[in-house]
């Protein structure tokens, strides 16, 4: 069965530090990663999405960026962190089989990050 | 933009079913209706999704109308444990992918 991780599950950071997040999957290959972001009391906002190795696409203009080094693994990054950045941030992964699919996605445990 | 509308709060007795409605009146033909519910500081959970044709699984059902503009997802036997943000989702087109549009979500508390 598929599992993904995330860590930390919670981080407290001070304004202007760096921000490094880990995502991996287990149990399925080439899958569909995603970053999302979640405001106290809101939905989830799209940040990031791969379908692949070094692919990487951007939903919304921030101070965040993301990398996938390895087929499982994704990296949410920061080089400075801003006050706006606080909040809980997720990561979901899915199979694309087609244009036919539906590549439902699931999600990790989370990352609740303050900025101070 | 959210494309789906719900109320946002919803209060059941426990072993009743718990029936939350969702109008996405500008869902284009071939755009999914997902259903996920999160509980309080977990990742989302993936629940049931359907395009025309209600779907029934082992945790719930999805009614859509004929006209597929609302849907309602049915908690068919409510327990303590089903408290919880349940957000009706569509999921539409993005470039080579699909994108899921959340929006604020139903908070759902079942009381014993």
């Known amino acids: 069965s598929q599992t993904i991780h995330q860590w930390p599950a919670t981080l407290v950071q001070p304004v202007g530090s760096p921000l490094s997040l880990e995502c991996t999957v287990e149990?399925?290959?080439?899958?569909?990663l995603y970053w999302y972001r979640q405001a106290a009391g809101r939905g989830l906002q799209l940040l990031f999405y791969?379908?692949?190795?070094?692919?990487i696409s951007s939903e919304v203009p921030q101070n965040l960026s993301a990398s996938r080094p390895q087929d499982r693994q994704f990296i949410l990054s920061s080089k400075k962190l801003l006050l706006s950045d606080s909040g809980f941030y997720l990561c979901a992964w899915s199979v694309w089989r087609g244009p036919l699919s539906t590549d439902t996605q699931y999600f990790g445990p989370g990352t609740r990050l303050t900025v101070l | 933009d959210a494309k789906t509308t719900q109320p946002p709060s919803m209060d059941c007795a426990e072993g009743r079913a718990a029936n939350l409605p969702c109008n996405h009146s500008t869902i284009s033909g071939n755009e999914y209706v997902y259903w996920y519910r999160q509980i309080h500081s977990q990742g989302p959970q993936y629940i049931i999704h359907?395009?025309?044709?209600?779907e029934t699984n082992e945790m719930a059902s999805l009614i859509i109308t004929e006209d597929r503009k609302s849907s309602t997802l049915i908690l068919p036997h409510a327990t303590l444990r089903d408290t919880a943000v349940y957000y009706c989702?569509?999921?539409?087109?993005?470039?080579?992918?699909?994108?899921?549009?959340w929006g604020a979500g139903t908070k759902l508390i079942i009381k014993p």
């Open positions: 989702i569509v999921r539409v087109a993005m470039d080579s992918n699909y994108q899921l549009i």
């Open positions: 791969s379908v692949g190795i070094g692919q």
């Open positions: 359907g395009l025309k044709n209600n």
């Open positions: 149990g399925t290959s080439n899958p569909n």
